[in-house]
């Protein structure tokens, strides 16, 4: 493995990467973020926060398997998964975050609400 801390995407979406590099490339100069064809495992559209939730795991945890079967690993995989809820004062659109550590470790966050 890289001695670099290494960020895979579980997505090719260029602004989910994007984001990603961005954000580690704060804290982490020199971090190396790369995006990963994944499978959410929900609809195209989720429509409940179980549904991101569980996309965004999906996601976090394919990106980790995929990287490591063609490289020496990596550090994270990161699932990002949007959607939108209807409630009473209308229709809400966010994502879930999940980042999920080599040694099984997992972090979840929730983007603002539009």
Not at 25 to 34: C, D, E, M, R, Y
Not at 40 to 52: F, I, L, N, T
Not at 65 to 74: D, F, H, S
């Amino acid at each position: 493995m890289s001695d670099k801390l290494q960020f895979v995407v579980g997505s090719t979406n260029p602004v989910k990467v994007g984001c990603v590099a961005e954000a580690a490339s704060l804290f982490w100069p020199g971090a190396v973020t790369i995006g990963v064809e994944t499978d959410s495992g929900v609809s195209a559209q989720p429509r409940s926060d179980q549904e991101m939730l569980t996309g965004a795991h999906n996601r976090a945890a394919q990106a980790l398997e995929k990287y490591a079967v063609t490289n020496a690993g990596a550090s994270f995989g990161i699932g990002i998964e949007g959607g939108v809820i209807d409630t009473a004062d209308g229709m809400w659109a966010y994502a879930w975050v999940v980042v999920q550590g080599s040694d099984g470790r997992i972090g979840k966050g929730q983007t603002g609400r539009f």
